[in-house]
């Protein structure tokens, strides 16, 4: 798919990953619809040039009213990039069970919600793609983030069945699995916050613009799924599969006691 021209909705798009696409769709000549709750968030990341609609996508009306806004500018939704999300350091056997509730909201079922309004949009052109953010925690469970990472594993499970579903319409789905990567996720998650281990290991993370690059290669070569880094982040999940015991055992030791 050549970007350039294409119109793309982005949620979440006030920081971190969804701003970096915001500018590096931009940058390949797209026409961006953003949404998130900080409108000056969106300003900064969007430009005089895109579309904003400020708002918390967990409410149904607003979701319409942003694939309604996007429709009545551009006409059409070529990509649409689920990137909102929000994340607990809670351990299971304690979280909250309302907090869990609200994460799952964010993380799944407004992304639902936003498929639910543009997948047949694009189903009736015969074209689109549907990118689904999740993380390395989707691939193998991180102790530390382990509702986190039992909401990834629905939007990796989601986007797989998606795009069987859509294949017969030219619709692709891409899942997205970034690992560590410089935002401020641990910053705005719901309780908690990471192990010692993984607070001191900012120097093996990737910058949102990496991420963002990784994302847009992605979505012109219709890749099935992007990781983020790839090398590191595929080696790991391959260990965590063929030696499960040693390396949950490895994990589990980074938790700090609670």
């Known amino acids: 798919m050549r970007i350039d021209g294409k119109v793309v909705l982005i949620t979440g798009a006030s920081e971190g990953i969804g701003a970096a696409c915001a500018a590096e769709f931009a940058r390949g000549g797209a026409k961006l619809s953003l949404t998130a709750r900080s409108e000056a968030g969106l300003l900064r990341a969007g430009g005089p040039d895109a579309l904003i609609t400020p708002g918390d996508i967990t409410d149904e009306a607003v979701r319409r009213r942003v694939v309604e806004r996007t429709l009545e500018r551009y ?87 998606l795009r069987m579903e859509l294949l017969r319409d ?51 070569r219709r890749a099935r799924t992007v990781m983020a880094p790839a090398v590191s982040g595929w080696f790991m999940i391959l260990l965590y599969r063929l030696f499960p015991g040693p390396a949950q055992k490895r994990m589990a030791g980074m938790v700090d006691p609670v």
């Open 75 to 161: 006409g059409v939704i070529d990509v649409l990039i689920n990137n909102a999300g929000i994340g607990s350091y809670a351990p299971s056997w304690a979280a909250p069970m309302d907090e869990t509730r609200r994460m799952f909201e964010l993380n799944f079922f407004a992304m639902l919600g936003m498929i639910q309004l543009v997948a047949p949009h694009m189903r009736s052109r015969r074209d689109g793609t549907i990118v689904n953010v999740g993380s390395i925690g989707g691939k193998m469970t991180l102790p530390w983030l382990t509702l986190y990472s039992a909401s990834k594993y629905a939007v990796g499970s989601l986007t797989e069945g």
């Open 170 to 220: 030219n619709v692709h789905a891409m899942l997205v699995c970034p690992g560590y990567v410089q935002t401020r996720f641990q910053q705005n998650a719901l309780r908690g916050g990471p192990p010692s281990d993984i607070a001191r290991s900012r120097k093996f993370a990737i910058t949102p613009e990496e991420c963002a690059l990784r994302i847009r290669r992605g979505v012109e």
